[in-house]
């Protein structure tokens, strides 16, 4: 099979905004506690968070990482969180039905966020409370003293502010799951009230509203238009979450779930855009893909847990090559529309439905889905380009048209390095890729990255880390100022030309 395509630098789509490589850390499970902070842990530093996992997460090059939930903020009293740590309530966990110890809170966590060199997304409970817990947490974190809360914060030995840019208003308001679940007319006044406050406090933040939690929620795309209404002038982005799964074995069709991706943003910048031109607004309000991913091979596990025990291992999903290339895909759409989404977090980083898995006491390992979002975080930084694409395509049974090649490029000025991302979905063939690169003049295959196994069901696991892991044994060849390769039968490409 044959796949043809062409690049020139002058079709963009827009400059890459570096905050679409964030993630997302949930008390959940094990993310926190035993996943990232475990202070018996021979590697864990003085703060006990464990430095294998910091390595890990800093090779990822995390921009921004999303935090405490998710469903957890909902219920979450932030308070409960931060001053002696040998004082923190222990608290009914009710979203995922745990107890919560709180030894990890809003001040560790920006303090592990600064290891890892990511910013803090930092969401507020819109679920149990409202607007003042948020301009309180909003005080406690980015106020400089003189205050209550500024000073409670320095008491608390943080003399420097946080300085905290973006702010979650609440979580998946949208879900009858969701402690506190409202309807788009109540949410949109609340998150309105406290877009308002919390913006009076510190004018420098950015916010975001709580879009859908998936297209396959009834109340989309209504709930964004009626959230948009109420709280329009007062935010920055609107949120989207959706996870995939192949959970009637139908790989053809699991692989083409990143088409139902791309129509979600679609519907979502149209919606955020009627809402504009009904206000006359010369506002855009952007996308924030907070929470994406592959979800689904714990979720029976998960419903044999004991209620009330301490991060139990809740949401481990272990990943195959397949999810991988669903990640791939789901990575190569967000690029895609780099000129409206702006952040979007994998969810999660550690332990839950995570690329680094870690064992309390033992060793951290990446899972198969870690590969496309290191690639894509470490070369797909620079300038979208807008490729002209002809691939074969298939129908599935919930898509029609899906092209066999899945791609985009990446042109990074500053380094002089464009980076094709591509991936084959054909089950059957190797795909021959060729690529007009004639106005890149001079340009050469640096490396071409692949990912790969005879087995899609492979898997990465604690006793055999490195089952799946990428090569760079690729065909791709440049000369003059064409490109020519072969993507094997469902693979993950990377190639890098100079
Ligand atoms: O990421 C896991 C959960 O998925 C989050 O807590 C919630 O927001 C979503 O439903």
Not at 201 to 226: H, K, N, R, Y
Request: proline content about 5%.
């Amino acid at each position: 099979k044959k796949s043809r395509m062409v690049l020139e630098p002058e079709f963009q789509i827009a400059e890459v905004d570096n905050r679409i490589y964030g993630s997302f850390i949930e008390h959940l499970g094990r993310a926190v506690y035993e996943g990232i902070y475990e202070p018996d842990h021979p590697l864990a530093n003085e703060d006990g968070f464990r430095m294998d996992v910091v390595e890990l997460v800093k090779e990822l090059q995390v921009p921004i990482v999303r935090y405490p939930g998710g469903n957890f903020v909902s219920g979450y009293n932030w308070e409960d969180g931060v001053g002696p740590k040998e004082v923190r309530k222990r608290r009914l966990e009710l979203a995922w039905r745990t107890i919560e110890t709180n030894q990890v809170g809003t001040n560790e966590f920006a303090d592990w966020a600064k290891l890892v060199n990511s910013e803090v997304m930092m969401a507020v409970n819109l679920g149990t409370r409202g607007v003042d817990a948020a301009r309180n947490l909003v005080e406690y974190c980015n106020h400089p003293s003189g205050t209550y809360w500024s000073d409670l914060r320095v008491s608390h030995g943080y003399r420097e502010p946080h300085k905290i840019k973006t702010w979650c208003l609440g979580n998946e308001m949208d879900g009858p799951w969701q402690i506190g679940h409202k309807t788009a007319d109540e949410y949109g006044r609340v998150a309105l009230e406290a877009a308002k406050v919390m913006k009076w406090v510190d004018p420098s933040i950015d916010l975001v509203l709580c879009g859908s939690s998936g297209t396959q929620m009834p109340t989309f795309p209504q709930w964004e238009a009626t959230v948009l209404d109420h709280a329009y002038d007062h935010v920055d982005y609107i949120s989207l979450h959706r996870y995939y799964g192949n959970r009637d074995g139908d790989t053809a069709n699991f692989l083409a779930s990143s088409l139902d991706m791309e129509q979600f943003i679609h519907t979502v910048v149209s919606t955020c855009d009627y809402i504009k031109a009904k206000k006359r607004s010369n506002k855009t309000v952007n996308l924030s893909f907070d929470e994406w991913n592959v979800w689904f091979h714990s979720n029976e596990a998960d419903t044999k847990i004991e209620p009330w025990s301490i991060a139990p291992p809740q949401l481990e999903d272990i990943y195959t090559m397949e999810d991988a290339l669903v990640v791939g895909s789901m990575l190569i759409t967000l690029l895609k529309h780099a000129d409206r989404v702006k952040i979007a977090c994998l969810a999660q980083l550690v332990n839950v439905i995570a690329p680094i898995m870690t064992t309390a006491g033992g060793g951290a390992w990446k899972q198969t889905i870690y590969y496309p979002y290191l690639h894509a975080s470490r070369y797909g930084r620079g300038r979208v380009l807008n490729p002209l694409i002809s691939s074969p395509k298939y129908d599935s049974k919930d898509f029609t048209d899906v092209p066999v090649l899945d791609s985009t490029a990446v042109f990074n000025e500053e380094k002089q390095e464009l980076t094709i991302f591509a991936v084959n979905r054909d089950m059957v063939d190797a795909l021959q890729l060729e690529c007009d690169v004639r106005s890149f003049d001079g340009y050469q295959v640096v490396e071409h990255i692949v990912l790969e196994h005879e087995d899609i069901k492979a898997r990465n696991t604690h006793d055999e880390p490195n089952r799946v892991v990428p090569h760079n044994r690729g065909s791709a060849k440049a000369n003059d100022g064409s490109l020519e390769c072969v993507l094997p039968k469902l693979s993950w490409n990377v190639i890098r030309l100079r």
